[in-house]
């Protein structure tokens, strides 16, 4: 069965490590060796690579042959799942083994280049004929004949030694990354249950205040409902659309704490929100909207976005005498929902941004993002989208700050 998760060998194992064995073992058998990855591309520096076969190699046509040959080689070792013994295509004897862990084929070992007794070496595979006579060249048959012989049984117990320990050290690195992407999931599961365990904290304890209130919502918004339409019987439009607008919010905070609103619903909140800042502050804030329609559907914890906005006005632009400008941006890329709240205010310092993006300001003074905004917001979203949810802020003193929420899009159901 082949793993799914894929490794390299040379992210696995300590390459100085195999360099070191594959030298020892070369110095102590008498054989050539080499490891390479699953692409046949060697990781480390060939040991004892013999005269011969370099001379081999010199001609095109023959270092062909000599790549073909192990190339073939190693598909026959993976297949048998052990080292396997052959002759290249000059004659000489050579093992290819594999390294495989959980399944998969990391890479492999190339090691000979020696001779055994004719008896031996005419009873192993030979894939292709020699591209060059030896006889022809007397060079070459020197180099050949100078070639050690050593006994079959060295050669096998050689090249399983060698298989056993690559294997070995290439099965604990891939168990020592394996352990780590495990510890590194619990991390984050972890700090996720906290999370959630701080949400259910906070909506309890809001639940609670909400319960403790001595006047009751429903009162208020009844009461200005009449208040509204009392002003329009009186002719006084502006005040009927402001009470009106003041009502209207006052029925969304009513709503189940954690209920779930679409996109369109939390931007009215915020409409009548901004209605009645810029009367009250007479205008001096320009409102900018730039909606994505596509994305007025998706769902979003109800009261979100809302509490940003009053922060970024509050915070950033009533305290700015000449006042400023808010925009807000909401676009849908695909499946995914980007809101940006910018302001041209007075913006933080980095050290207040940093505090801010670590979720650690307390601050009320220059900061928009006290406890009660970011915290509150990041915490309930992070809840509902869970790691699909990004955010960041970008700030600098006397210029601005601008927020930026990231949600997958999931369109509301209706009831």
Not at 43 to 63: E, G, K, T
């Amino acid at each position: 069965m082949i793993s799914k998760h894929p490794f390299h060998l040379q992210n696995v194992v300590d390459t100085r490590v195999l360099q070191e064995i594959q030298d020892r073992f070369s110095e102590a058998t008498g054989l050539a060796a080499i490891i390479v990855d699953y692409q046949g591309k060697p990781i480390v520096r060939y040991s004892n690579f013999s005269a011969f076969c370099a001379r081999v190699r010199q001609d095109p046509m023959s270092r062909s042959r000599c790549e073909q040959t192990d190339a073939h080689a190693g598909l026959e070792a993976v297949r048998r799942g052990r080292p396997f013994i052959y002759r290249c295509h000059m004659g000489l004897v050579d093992v290819s083994a594999p390294i495989v862990v959980n399944g998969q084929y990391l890479g492999g070992i190339m090691t000979g280049q020696v001779r055994m007794e004719k008896k031996d070496m005419d009873s192993l595979e030979q894939f292709m004929q020699p591209a060059i006579d030896i006889d022809q060249d007397p060079t070459l048959k020197r180099l050949y004949e100078s070639i050690a012989i050593i006994p079959r049984h060295k050669v096998e117990a050689s090249a399983q030694l060698l298989y056993v320990m690559a294997n070995y050290i290439a099965e604990k690195g891939v168990m020592t990354i394996i352990q780590e992407q495990l510890n590194e999931k619990n991390m984050r599961l972890m700090e996720e249950i906290k999370a959630r365990a701080e949400l259910e904290k906070a909506l309890k304890d809001a639940e609670l205040k909400a319960l403790q209130s001595q006047i009751n919502p429903h009162f208020l918004f009844n009461t200005l409902n009449a208040v509204s339409r009392l002003a329009l019987l009186e002719n006084a439009p502006k005040t009927q659309e402001i009470v009106f607008a003041l009502a209207e919010l006052l029925r969304g905070t009513v709503r189940k704490i954690g209920q779930v609103a679409t996109l369109r619903e939390e931007l009215t909140y915020i409409k009548h929100y901004l209605l009645i800042i810029q009367t009250r502050l007479r205008d001096t804030i320009q409102v900018e909207l730039n909606i994505d329609e596509d994305c007025l559907d998706g769902e979003i914890p109800l009261f979100t976005l809302q509490p940003l906005v009053e922060n970024a006005i509050v915070h950033g632009l009533e305290r700015k005498e000449e006042g400023g400008r808010l925009t807000i941006r909401i676009l849908r890329n695909e499946e995914t929902v980007r809101v940006e709240i910018e302001d041209n205010g007075l913006g933080m310092p980095p050290k207040v941004l940093e505090e801010v993006l670590q979720l650690e300001s307390k601050r009320s003074d220059r900061t928009h993002l006290t406890g009660l905004g970011m915290n509150s917001v990041y915490k309930r979203l992070q809840y509902h989208f869970g790691s699909e949810f990004h955010w960041n802020v970008e700030s600098r003193l006397d210029e601005g700050t601008k927020i930026i929420l990231v949600f997958p899009y999931r369109a509301k159901e209706m009831k």
